[in-house]
């Protein structure tokens, strides 16, 4: 009589029991990498901060905006439109495309995204977003 091992199978199709979680420093620098990108600024200008939203995952964002110089918006007063429009506008249009690109990438589900603009900063140059 022989002892044979034989392998276990692969399970495809079904789920493997445990837990996967996701530490609130991996779902922050996710978060500030996102936004940074998304506004063109540092990752470490952006703050962030989670709060539970009835089981969900609200984020807060405080971060400054770039903007062109004034003086280029003096000169052309359709520069602000091309360029994203006000800053109302451009923060209230940026919050369901970073909602949507950080639940994609964490699989964590937000509620909500709140934006508090902290500041401005002038690009030079640069087309702004």
Known sequence: MSTAVVPAQP???????????????????????VSAEHFGIPASAVRVTWSDDQGLLALSLALPVTMPPLSAVVKDPGLVERTGGSVWDR?????????????????SILSLVDIRVTGIRVQEGARVK
């Open 91 to 107: 923060v209230h249009a940026s919050k369901p495309a970073l909602l949507e690109r950080i639940t994609y990438l964490t699989g």
């Open 11 to 33: 399970r495809t199709g079904t789920s493997l029991a445990g837990h996967n979680r996701i530490s609130t420093q991996a779902l922050t620098s996710t978060a500030q990498a």
